[in-house]
């Protein structure tokens, strides 16, 4: 059973930066390897659909991500801790939201879309005062 663990949610204020973490367990007898998948983070705001935040390919580690957070949102993985993690810098009050990652998306899906994922975390909150 493959769980994703996100972590490092908190409350901010507008300017400032914070680091998610998303841990991979579990899976096959080979298990979820992160390098290996496509992955991404997601963030829903209340009274809002949940929305693709960035996106990195297990092929190559290319990168993408949402108009709204580019240039301020870096994703990236350590491999070797099998982790996904969203660097969020300059945070603004509309980037509150519950973040989620996900896994396992299909080479060439859309990565906004939150059922190409095989497998999701249960969330961390992020509330950015301004």
């Known amino acids: 059973h493959v769980q994703l663990v996100e972590s490092g949610g908190g409350s901010m204020q507008a300017g400032e930066s914070l680091k998610l973490s998303c841990a991979a367990s579990?899976?096959?007898?080979?298990?979820?390897?992160?390098?290996?998948?496509?992955m991404g983070w997601f963030r829903q705001a209340p009274g809002k659909e949940r929305e693709g935040v960035a996106t990195?390919?297990?092929?190559?580690?290319?990168?993408y991500y949402a108009d709204s957070v580019k240039g301020r949102f870096t994703i990236s993985r350590d491999n070797a801790k099998n982790t996904l993690y969203l660097q969020m810098n300059g945070l603004k009050a509309e980037d509150t939201a519950m973040y989620y990652c996900?896994?396992?998306?299909?080479?060439?899906?859309?990565?906004?879309?939150?059922?190409?994922?095989?497998?999701r975390g249960q969330g961390t909150q992020v509330t950015v005062s301004s």
């Open positions: 996900a896994a396992g998306r299909p080479r060439g899906r859309d990565w906004r879309l939150p059922h190409e994922y095989r497998y």
């Open positions: 579990g899976g096959t007898t080979s298990g979820l390897t992160i390098r290996e998948v496509c």
């Open positions: 990195i390919a297990g092929s190559d580690g290319s990168t």
